[in-house]
Nanobody, 122 residues
Framework: QVQLVESGGGLVQSGGSLRLSCAAS????????MGWYRQAPGKERELVAG???????NYADSVKGRFTVSADNAKNTVYLQMNSLKPEDTAVYYCNAKVVVSRPILREYNYWGQGTQVTVSS
């Protein structure tokens, strides 16, 4: 089993910054992708930013230039630095990881964190 534990959410004023962290633990063979999704009330879950094991990143257009995703592969941890936050960034942020486990067979699974609330006040 693999667990994703998130931290770093909270309440911040518009224009402020927050840093989210997500650590993966368990029977991990390798991690192919780690990223962040968010879901606002009444809206679908959307990809915010992600990073592959090779270091390739992708971002939603709405966060380009404001958010930065990074990873510490040795710690199986992904970070999301969020700057210049706007009220429309308010949502529950979920960590996502595509993890290869070796037992019972070598296979990739998709895992989710429990979610962390980010609230940006105007």
């Amino acid at each position: 089993q693999v667990q994703l534990v998130e931290s770093g959410g909270g309440l911040v004023q518009s224009g402020g910054s927050l840093r989210l962290s997500c650590a993966a633990s368990g029977t991990i063979f390798s991690i192919n992708f780690m990223g962040w999704y968010r879901q606002a009330p009444g809206k679908e879950r959307e990809l915010v930013a992600g990073i592959t094991s090779g270091g390739n990143t992708n971002y939603a257009d709405s966060v380009k230039g404001r958010f930065t995703v990074s990873a510490d592969n040795a710690k199986n941890t992904v970070y999301l630095q969020m700057n210049s936050l706007k009220p429309e960034d308010t949502a529950v942020y979920y960590c996502n990881a595509k993890v290869v486990v070796s037992r019972p067979i070598l296979r990739e699974y998709n895992y989710w964190g429990q979610g962390t609330q980010v609230t940006v006040s105007s």
